[in-house]
């Protein structure tokens, strides 16, 4: 989606680790010829978007660096389960002991699901997805955190989680008053899936 010689924001798709074994990073340094690139933060493996790498091991120090200062900005967008009521909204629930906090605003509902942007200001495992369960809207497509018993015939068609890392934004770390921004336009699967739910 972007890159300098320091950074690079890919359009990660569904179905492949972060990192690890045949995972983006994996992929990224085969392709590129790259050993030293890293995945600076992890997508689940079916969440789609915008996944910062650094190129150098100085680049990934410096990102980490921000990422921990929380000057990372990360959106997301889902499609979750039911009419989400309040147009906007956040979570403060812990998860596994720490701080975790999810601010959402509505873009579209119907009685059967809603289209949800959503920011992060800190990254817990599965974040988004524990949080919208726990408020009774999960993901469609969860299988992890979602309902097990489909009612509606339509989640029958749904791939996989419906949650997508729309932009990433930060200071850049080595170029003082620079930002590093990038988007990735919703996917495929992901708008036939706004469609089927008439959003």
Do not use: W
């Amino acid at each position: 989606l972007i890159e300098d010689d320091n950074f690079l924001v890919v359009d990660k798709p569904a179905g492949l680790v972060s990192v690890g074994e045949g995972g983006v990073e994996e992929l990224l340094r085969a392709q590129r010829g790259e050993p030293a690139l890293r995945a600076v933060h992890r997508l689940d493996r079916d969440t789609t978007g915008c996944l910062l790498c650094a190129r150098r091991p100085e680049a990934f120090d410096a990102a980490v660096a921000e990422f921990k200062k929380r000057h990372v900005r990360k959106a997301y967008n889902a499609v979750v389960a039911g009419r989400y009521e309040q147009q906007v909204s956040t979570v403060h629930e812990d998860l596994d002991g720490a701080r975790a906090v999810t601010h959402i605003k509505l873009i579209a509902a119907t009685d059967d699901a809603s289209f949800l942007a959503l920011r992060i200001e800190t990254g817990r495992t599965h974040q988004i997805r524990k949080h919208l369960a726990a408020i009774r809207h999960p993901v469609l497509g969860d299988r992890e955190y979602g309902p097990k018993f489909a009612r509606d015939e339509r989640l029958v068609e749904i791939p996989r989680q419906m949650l997508h890392a729309v932009e990433l934004e930060m200071p850049h770390p080595l170029k003082p008053g620079v930002t590093f921004r990038a988007h990735s336009p919703l996917p495929a699967d992901f708008r036939r899936c706004l469609r089927l739910f008439k959003l």
